[in-house]
């Protein structure tokens, strides 16, 4: 079998500590490769190559850093199709949706291509008698990442772009259950023109992690994955006295006013809500519909759209709507939170619990599933359920779809469907949730703005990409100068406005 090692100083290297994690094949249940895991000297190691490649890397002058971006974009056009098989293959994705993952993470690759005009700093002329005062935005050194298995290809680009082109090294831990893609983009790197050591992919679990939080070597780390650990990392890597942003989970409300185009508001639930088979942080988990006449309405177009969706393996073709789930425990969790909603009263009108496909039965396909008259006290509705399953709570004014949106305790993306402007401005202002669509289910905000949760689905200060990518991964350091140097003052005792 297959087994999958670390990239580390410019090459692909074997795992030593004897540990290993499977890799499933989600569509068949088998498991099709071992990724090693890392124990704290291969972390030590990585960190040790990327803190000796740093310096000139990070001396290398902006555009030369920004044109290994513009390679590296050229190499990911070259491969998406490569790149998209392997994704589909280890993740369960289908194969336009393995093109969207990674074509999201090459547009923050481009937008790292002007990385220069990011860094180049302040400057005020005559600040005072011959002083001028400059900020420069320096690189941080080495700075880590740590990856959720959703998006292999578009969260370690989110992560790798930014961070080396304001000069740092970086080291990748992606996540375990779909380890190969991260290593092909190593790969590209390389052949972009990526001197060695400046990027580290280190397989691993929280073994690993834990050796990257607690490590001097390492300035700053970034996250996305599940709450719980989001908040973990963040306390642990904070406490070591690194910078560190987390991105966690969400629970997305989609609130339908009764003026809505509501063929629209369907159609957009049903791609939002079972895209990915649920698996994506931004995807519409609760629909909010305001009045039972809108609810009613909303249901009734809803079921013959879920009913109709294509479930099946990437390799089936265009008309797949969705895949199987990543790994057998992910399914077993979907159907338990299935049986809670029901136990708990919730509707369920739409049931995929007995969804099988001929010629896959071992595989972790999960059937589309839509529940009605969900109550913000039931599990399914408090916790994130990451499938393909849409809970619908039935709200009687517009405040209080606001308010569920608002009282609930993560606060990624939102989105109201609605014909009235005014409605709509006010909810994108009093919402406090990060991303909001406007007629849009999934908010994902483009390369050259930024993306990232309020509440529980966010820790620390600064966003991912756009710039506030380029704060996170750099310090400002502020200079004050005089010249000539022969202006004398003499003694200064006292803090005074400058002259
Ligand atoms: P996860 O939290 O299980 O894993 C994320 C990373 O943390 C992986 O690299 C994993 O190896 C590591 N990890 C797991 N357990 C750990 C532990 N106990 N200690 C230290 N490290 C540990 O998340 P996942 O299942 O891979 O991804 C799905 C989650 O990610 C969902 O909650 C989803 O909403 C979230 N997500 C959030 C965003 C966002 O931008 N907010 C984007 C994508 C996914």
Redesign the pocket.
Known sequence: METIGHWINGRRVPGTSGRFADVWNPHTGEVQAQVALASAAEVDAAVAAAAAAQPKWGATNPQKRGRVMMEMVRLLNRDMEKLAEVLSREHGKTLPDARGDIQRGLEVIEFCIGAPQMLKGEFTDSAGPGIDMYSMRQPLGVAAG??????PAM?PLWKMGPALSCGNAFIL?????DPTVPLMLAELFQEAGLPDGVLQVVNG??EA??AILDHPGIAAVGF????P?AH??YSRGCAAGKRVQC????KNHMIIMPDADLDQAADALVGAGYGAAGER?MAISVAVPVGDRTADALIERLIPRIEKLKVGPYTAGADVDYGPVVTPAAKANILRLVESGIREGAKLVVDGRNFSLQGYEKGFFVGPHLFDHVKPTMEIYRT?I?GPVLSTVRAQSYEEALALAMDHEYG?GTAIFTRDGDTARDFANRVNVGMVGINVPIPVPLAYHT?G?WKK??FGDLNQHGPDAFRFYTRTKTVTARWPSGIKEGAAFNFKAMD
């Open positions: 740590i990856t959720p298995f959703n998006f969260i831990k992606p996540s375990e259950r679990d929280k992690v834990d996305v994955g599940s709450t650990i973990y990392i991105f966690g989970g969400a942080c994130e990451f990624n993306f949760g689905s966010g």
